[in-house]
């Protein structure tokens, strides 16, 4: 799933529908947003798109987000990355600067917080009025 709209390109890979369904309601205005619900289905994207910013759930089926973010810069990825996660503890500070991720957003999500990383890691400005409902959000 994919906006055409302008923008620089998001991908998001969670197996979980809600989350991605959030993403993309949340920033389709103002950014590319492609979904994928596993590593194939991400790895499949990448192949016909240059992402501006991966963010990537911890557990997924197959490997674990880490192991997809290896994966990107495998193949080239040299961006900036956003882990979401629902289990801190089994995230190593030292595996987090090993592949190069930028902020890690703990579940339930402030959606805030990751409005601001995001708008941040892409140079681009906040959109006046989304914060307060973000903020109101919270618990995604």
């Known amino acids: 799933?994919?906006?055409?709209?302008?923008?620089?390109?998001?991908?998001?890979i969670d197996d979980d529908e809600g989350?991605?369904?959030?993403?993309?309601?949340?920033?389709?205005?103002?950014?590319?947003?492609?979904?994928?619900r596993n590593?194939?289905?991400?790895?499949?994207?990448?192949k016909s798109v240059s992402f501006d910013l991966i963010i990537v759930d911890y557990k997924l089926p197959q490997m674990n987000g880490l192991e997809?973010?290896?994966?990107?810069?495998d193949l080239g990825y040299e961006g900036p990355v956003?882990?979401?996660?629902?289990?801190?503890?089994?995230?190593?500070h030292e595996?987090?600067?090993?592949?190069?991720v930028n902020q890690l957003f703990l579940k339930p999500l402030d959606l805030g917080a990751l409005e601001s990383s995001i708008h941040n890691l892409l140079g681009t400005p906040a959109i006046k009025g989304h914060a307060v409902t973000f903020a109101s959000k919270k618990g995604v």
């Open 19 to 36: 989350i991605l369904k959030t993403f993309f309601l949340l920033f389709n205005l103002n950014y590319r947003v492609y979904l994928a």
């Open 68 to 73: 997809m973010i290896s994966r990107f810069r």
């Open 1 to 12: 799933m994919l906006n055409e709209g302008p923008g620089k390109r998001i991908i998001v």
């Open 95 to 100: 595996d987090l600067k090993k592949y190069g």
């Open 39 to 46: 590593a194939e289905e991400a790895l499949e994207r990448f």
């Open 82 to 92: 956003i882990l979401i996660s629902a289990y801190p503890e089994a995230i190593r």
